[in-house]
């Protein structure tokens, strides 16, 4: 079966306000105050917990690496208290994984998220029923872009990675695509924009309307 998997923060949803607010409850822990913004450290966001940790860190010239594995814990406690207060899907998101299954599609999500979160955040936004299938960080004792959890997402929605394409956001999608051997298609809509065109997808995605369409182009039918 023809196979879409997607990345899932920065790609199908936009977290970056709800990571960056577990990541400023450390930093205020500290004293430190918020040292992050929401909309302007987006990018710094998707790169995940530790990497927000760093970076604020270093504005601030005070903590490292102790200091960091101290907080992220905790971090992952804030996250996980309010994940979804902020974090709202693409524009067309849903309706376009939908369509993909009217079409014969199977759909999966790989992310670098810890799949208890990612169910979570699935849940609590009333979407786990479109996208089910689910390979976090910690699903396997790999994560991306080690391409086995790319392969056992696509099996576990029922396809053939032979016959799959990965959606994603960042340099690390790319990464993993090249590993397993698809094609990637990498959003223009995320915090860096279609700027991610430097890392040489195969194709871009400028709206959610078009993936359907652009799918049967890459994975024609048989």
């Keep these: 079966m023809r196979t879409v998997v997607f990345d899932l923060d920065g790609t199908l949803i936009d977290t970056s306000a709800d990571l960056v607010a577990a990541a400023n409850a450390c930093f205020r822990a500290r004293g430190l105050g918020d040292v992050l913004d929401p909309e302007a450290d987006a ?16 504005r601030c ?21 309010a994940i979804a207060v ?52 910690d699903t396997l004792p790999v994560r991306k872009p080690d391409p086995s959890t790319y392969r056992e997402a696509v099996r576990r929605a029922g396809g ?4 799959s394409i990965f959606v994603g956001d960042t340099e690390t999608d790319v990464k993993t695509a090249r590993a397993a051997g698809v094609p990637v298609v990498l959003v223009g809509f995320g915090p860096e ?3 991610v065109v430097r890392l040489e997808p195969d ?9 359907p369409d652009l799918a049967v182009r ?3 039918a048989l």
């Design 43 to 58: 990018a710094v966001a998707f790169r995940g917990g530790r990497a927000m940790l760093t970076e604020g860190f270093a």
């Design 86 to 137: 902020h974090s709202r899907p693409y524009d067309g998101a849903w309706a376009a994984v939908e369509t993909l299954k009217t079409r014969g599609f199977a759909v999966a999500i790989c992310t670098n998220k810890p799949e208890r979160f990612a169910i979570r955040l699935m849940e609590e936004m009333g979407t786990f029923h479109v996208l089910p299938t689910i390979v976090g960080a």
């Design 203 to 211: 194709e871009m995605l400028n709206h959610f309307a078009d993936l």
């Design 193 to 195: 924009g279609e700027d």
């Design 61 to 81: 010239g005070t903590g490292g690496d102790a200091e960091i594995e101290e907080d992220y814990p905790r971090l992952l406690d804030a996250y996980g208290e």
């Design 160 to 163: 053939d990675p032979a016959r």
């Design 218 to 220: 890459m994975l024609p």
